[in-house]
C-alpha cells in the first residue's frame, strides 16, 4: 500500500466560497481518485484524476463545481466550488497502482462543514 | 435495484461468535470484488480483495457466487476490534477502476 496524506484534515466554510483539498502519495502511482461521503453514506466517486489531461467526472459531477488538478504522479487537487451547505461531507483521495490489481488505498478524507 | 445492496444491520454478536454478511450486485459482467473495512470517522481500508471463487486471511473468510451474484465475508471468533462498518465493492465495467460501494453493514462485537 501507500502513504497517503491530504490536507486539509477538516474544515468550516462558508456558503459561496471555495475550498482546495490536496492529496499527496509517499511513491509514484498510476491512478488517483476522489470520492464524497455524505453523512450517513457510502462513498460515491467524483472523478478519476488524470496526470497531464483533464479529469474524468462520473454522472452527476462536473468540472466547474469540482475542478481537479494533477500536476504529476504523487499529488492531486480537488477544489469544492461555490460551495453550500449540501457540500458539507468527507472527501477522500484514493490511488492505485496499475498492477492489474485494482485495489484502491484511500487518504485519511477531509471533513468539510459549509454553513 | 441497487447496484450493489448490502444489509446495514446492526450486527451485535458476542466475542467469539461467528458472522456473515452478504452483498448482492447487478452487474453480471462484474469480475472484481473487496470487502473493505471502515472505522467510525475513519477511511476505509482494504480487508480482502475477491477475485475467483472466494479467498480465505486468518479469520476472514470472502466467498464469491457468480451465478447468483453475491459476495459474502465470514468472521470467526469475532473480536472487539472487529467492530467497524463493512463495505462491499464492486468494480464497475470491465476495464475500469471504478468503485461501487454498498451502504456498508455495522458490525458491533459485545464482550
Known amino acids: 500500500s501507500a502513504v497517503i496524506s491530504q490536507k486539509p484534515s477538516r474544515d468550516i466554510c462558508q456558503r459561496g466560497t471555495s475550498l482546495t483539498i490536496q492529496c499527496q502519495v509517499d511513491?509514484?502511482?498510476?491512478?488517483m481518485f476522489w470520492y464524497r461521503q455524505q453523512p450517513g453514506q457510502s462513498l460515491t466517486l467524483i472523478a478519476t484524476?488524470?496526470?497531464?489531461?483533464?479529469?474524468?467526472?462520473e454522472s452527476g459531477f462536473v468540472i466547474d463545481k469540482f475542478p481537479i488538478s494533477r500536476p504529476n504522479l504523487t499529488f492531486s487537487t480537488l477544489t469544492v466550488s461555490n460551495m453550500s451547505p449540501e457540500d458539507s461531507s468527507i472527501y477522500l483521495c484514493?490511488?492505485?497502482?496499475?498492477?492489474?490489481?485494482?485495489?484502491?488505498?484511500f487518504g485519511p478524507g477531509t471533513r468539510l462543514t459549509v454553513t | 435495484r441497487k447496484e450493489v445492496e448490502q444489509d446495514p444491520g446492526p450486527f451485535n454478536v458476542p466475542e467469539g461468535a461467528t458472522v456473515a454478511f452478504n452483498c448482492t450486485y447487478s452487474?453480471?459482467?462484474?469480475?472484481?470484488f473487496f470487502w473493505y473495512r471502515q472505522d467510525c470517522r475513519k477511511e476505509p481500508k482494504l480487508l480482502m480483495s475477491?477475485?475467483?471463487s472466494g479467498n480465505e486471511d486468518g479469520r476472514f473468510t470472502a466467498q464469491l457466487n457468480r451465478a447468483s451474484q453475491y459476495i459474502s465475508l465470514l468472521i470467526r471468533d469475532s473480536k472487539l476490534s472487529d467492530s467497524a462498518t463493512y463495505l462491499c465493492?464492486?468494480?464497475?465495467?470491465?476495464?475500469?477502476?471504478?468503485?461501487?460501494f454498498g451502504t456498508g453493514t455495522r458490525l458491533k462485537v459485545l464482550a
Open positions: 475477491v477475485y475467483s
Open positions: 484514493s490511488v492505485s497502482r496499475d498492477e492489474g490489481s485494482y485495489e484502491q488505498y
Open positions: 484524476a488524470n496526470q497531464g489531461s483533464e479529469a474524468t467526472y
Open positions: 511513491s509514484q502511482v498510476t491512478m
Open positions: 465493492v464492486v468494480l464497475g465495467d470491465s476495464g475500469t477502476y471504478k468503485y461501487i
Open positions: 452487474n453480471s459482467a462484474s469480475q472484481s
